[in-house]
């Protein structure tokens, strides 16, 4: 049977097959049992190369005989060893990559199949072959065993037959792009890179897919996907490029990311063009503050160094990881959408890095139907093109684009980037519409946007609301992107004025660095029986140590509270945290406790719509605390209309946003007196 009677193609399969030839391929073939054990763009190379249309079963058969016979299994590394020394050479099929020791003026290359030992490496190969030395190459290798040459590293790589194209021809493919319209186009590069085109309709899903390949056509992006599991997040960088290197959760550390001290040997950073972080929740970072701190100099300046030796790189970095979702959005449990991040990277200045935030999401999950079937490129030259691609810069006619005012450097520096690297993938010869431009530009600022949006609730001090957009758009179509503020759930207590039931106001943190604020729901009551004070919930005993001190300045000052001597005596107070989601410590919550004390031994309801924060002293001073705009912005985000903070902390009006200042009324209180004066009816 003929090869398309069984894979039946698509109309744009047909036009694409007709125009470029040998250099796409029919992607169903290429999930065949037969390549399971190669990467996608080897397999794809030996199809594109080795089966013909009319014998194509007949060809398959025999390139997975040749594969069993070649590619050895790892656990039979050792019998492999054994026939180089018994016969003096061996033939397989490996990833061979080769390292210059210029110590001991040696090629050594690296066989995985033959474990750790050294293999010797002409000058002739070398030449013949750069892409050796750039990543290494799949191919056939041929080894010979020749003590006698070199006793102290008897192994020497003599013949080896890449199994991936050379470097491609930009011109020729630039004038293929003038042969589609932008819609086939479009389903082309997908279907290249692995995806079905006919499983994604809608042209926004298509530029998230085409969103997470900008890190292999343009240099030093930083870009972070987060979304729910079986979304592909790595499957595109993973398959398409030898030169991408994907660290899967684990520890990295300043050796293999950067400069192994030791050997002087440079890490992936200056060997790969990509860098995957996957399952980013799960990584730590060895050396710890060394690791991160190099990692976002070199993230703002493509540049590192440790100690004296200091490299330019401009490898592009994605972080892919999990985050829990409700329908199609973001789970609301989230204060930010960095929170799944691990502990040493919640930081504004390490996200602020970070030129775009990719939805994952709205990205569908992968299935069996949303895996190419029809033709495509092959994935070799296609991913050398794409690298290739990195040569060329539409930053200008990306700059030409008027934005609104007051985009930051990094803003700026993130939509060029974001932008040129698009305009390659869906416009590699430069030719597009104003409206092409208008919507690439959209989607980049976009990207750019929410990672704004979460530094303005990781640090809202620093970070002010903004519109990161071409000056012809006034609000950007994400749902996620829609308000800088949450509209708040119903709440009784923004509406009603309730006896005991109070607002505190806390700082979320991930060890010493602070993400976010939350609102701590606390009711007291008043019971007969013995004097005394209760407190349940989750707490620690700083806090614990809070409502006591409260409770003994009340009883100091009772009559300053108006509260009766006998009710005092004869009433306990029992403090309960309604609403936290994890044990809480640290001072803050004093003037909150204070608040619904004096509110239940009075019997008086406290004012709708209020939140508290600050320290009371034993002589009723309201000392200053810190994470104030954390705590106001959560205040905000509750539905609060009013939050009283110290006087002491004035200054920190001025590091509101005018947003937050519109819908909030932030009063300053500098004695318990003053507090409940103000906050009870």
């Not at 684990?250 to 990311?257: E, V």
Request: glycine content about 8%; overall charge neutral; hydrophobic content about 45%.
């Amino acid at each position: 049977m003929a090869l398309f009677d069984e894979h039946p193609l698509a109309e744009l399969d047909k036009k694409a097959h007709e125009l470029l030839g040998e250099k796409v391929v029919v992607k169903s073939l290429a999930s065949s049992a037969a390549f399971n054990r190669l990467p996608r763009y080897v397999s794809e190379y030996l199809i594109a190369k080795y089966v013909k249309p009319e014998t194509w079963k007949a060809d398959i058969a025999n390139i997975q005989a040749k594969i069993a016979d070649l590619l050895p299994d790892m656990d039979r590394r050792e019998l492999l060893k054994d026939k180089l020394l018994s016969h003096g050479e061996v033939t397989l099929i490996d990833a061979v990559e080769v390292k210059i020791d210029l110590r001991g003026g040696q090629r050594i290359a690296r066989v995985p199949a033959l474990g750790d030992i050294n293999v010797r490496v002409g000058a002739k190969l070398t030449e013949e072959n750069p892409g050796l030395l750039l990543g290494g190459l799949w191919g056939t290798a041929k080894v010979k065993y020749s003590p006698e040459m070199d006793a102290d590293t008897p192994n020497e790589l003599i013949a080896f037959t890449p199994f991936q194209v050379g470097p491609p021809d930009l011109a020729t493919y630039r004038a293929m792009r003038a042969q589609f319209s932008t819609e086939e186009w479009a389903g082309l590069m997908l279907q290249s890179a692995g995806y079905a085109a006919s499983a994604f309709p809608e042209f926004r899903t298509k530029m998230l897919l085409f969103a997470r390949m900008v890190p292999l056509v343009e240099r030093n992006v930083n870009i972070i996907e987060l979304g729910p599991r079986q979304t592909g997040k790595t499957f595109l960088l993973r398959n398409l490029s030898p030169r991408v290197f994907t660290i899967s959760g684990g520890k990295t550390t300043p050796a293999n990311l950067f400069v192994n001290l030791s050997t002087k040997q440079v890490g992936i950073l200056g060997t790969r063009k990509v860098v995957v972080f996957d399952e980013i929740a799960h990584t730590t970072f060895g050396d710890g503050e060394e690791t991160i701190s190099t990692l976002k100099d070199y993230m703002e300046s493509g540049q590192f160094s440790r100690g004296s030796i200091g490299f330019a790189a401009d490898a592009s970095l994605a972080f892919a990881g999990n985050i829990d979702v409700e329908g199609n959005q973001p789970h609301p449990k989230y204060n930010h959408l960095f929170e799944p991040l691990p502990d040493e990277i919640i930081d504004s200045a390490f996200h602020d890095r970070m030129h775009g935030y990719i939805p994952g999401w709205e990205v569908p999950k992968i299935t069996p139907a949303s895996l190419a079937t029809g033709v495509g490129f092959v994935i070799d030259y296609f991913g050398e093109v794409l690298v290739k691609l990195r040569e060329d810069s539409f930053v200008d006619a990306v700059r030409a684009v008027p934005m609104h005012a007051g985009l930051t450097r990094r803003d700026q520096t993130a939509v060029e980037r974001l932008s040129s690297g698009l305009l390659k993938i869906l416009h590699p010869n430069g030719l597009w519409t104003e409206p092409e431009l208008l919507e690439i530009v959209t989607f980049a600022s976009e990207l750019r946007q929410r990672v704004h949006q979460q530094l303005c609730v990781l640090a809202p001090g620093e970070f002010k609301p903004r519109l990161i957009a071409p000056a012809s758009l006034m609000v950007h179509t994400a749902r996620d992107l829609q308000a800088h503020v949450v509209a708040p759930t119903a709440d009784r207590l923004n509406t009603e004025a309730v006896v005991g039931a109070v607002t505190g106001l806390a700082v979320l943190s991930k060890g010493e660095r602070e993400y976010g604020g939350d609102t701590i729901l606390i009711q007291v009551s008043a019971l007969n029986g013995s004097s005394g004070v209760e407190v349940t919930g989750l707490h620690g005993a700083t806090l614990k140590d809070s409502v006591r001190a409260v409770y003994n300045l009340i009883r100091a000052n009772f009559r300053d509270f108006n509260i009766p001597e006998q009710r005092l005596k004869s009433q306990s107070v029992a403090v309960h945290l309604v609403k936290i989601s994890e044990a809480k410590d640290g001072p803050s919550a004093g003037l909150a406790f204070l608040v619904g004390m004096v509110s239940a031994l009075t019997n008086r309801p406290i004012k709708p719509g209020f939140a508290f924060t600050g320290e009371v002293a034993l002589h009723g001073e309201v000392g200053a605390v810190g994470g104030l705009p954390l705590k106001i912005a959560a205040a905000a985000k509750a539905g609060r209309k009013t939050v009283l903070i110290p006087s002491a902390n004035a200054d920190v009006l001025n590091e509101l946003s005018d947003e937050l200042k519109a819908i909030i009324d932030v009063k300053l209180v500098a004695t318990a007196k003053e507090a409940i004066a103000l906050a009870l009816v």
